[in-house]
């Protein structure tokens, strides 16, 4: 089952960073997907994620737990609208217990693998529900965060992990 939640209407509230990284699509989507790979990941430099859970199907939870250096913790919740392994996940994503700016989850993330000769391209797109929402996340630091998260990722499945 899957919920056509992602529309190209989207993309004026949309925030993204891609990537081409030198591993298998697989190992990447792996990444994502096993809470103890991704807890080893998540979040910007300086940050540890203590907590992952996720229920890897159409509409199980996906929820984590940073924790900055100086104790800081910042907890978000979501549900899984699309899973195709090992190409794309589709989620939605707020704070908790509530930072949801217009009433409405968040955002809705879009994350793709695709194969290209042997490496991967990484896309993962922040559709929010309006241009206040979108440009929040922004002032929030999106692009250093997801760009730091996106660097401690690539670390994971080029160097420290075994298929």
Known sequence: MTFS????????HELS?????DAPRARVFRAWTEP????QWWGPH???TPECEMDLWV?????????AADGAEYPTMGVFLEIHAPSRLVFTDAYVPGWIPSGKPFMTAEVTFEEQDGKTLYTARAMHWSEADRQAHEAMGFHQGWGESLERLVALVTQGMAD
Do not use: D, W, Y
């Open 46 to 48: 300086g940050m540890t």
């Open 59 to 67: 509409g199980g939870q996906f929820r984590t737990l940073m924790r």
């Open 17 to 21: 960073i891609s990537r081409l990284i």
């Open 36 to 39: 103890a790979l991704l807890a």
């Open 5 to 12: 939640t992602v529309g190209r209407q989207a993309a004026e």
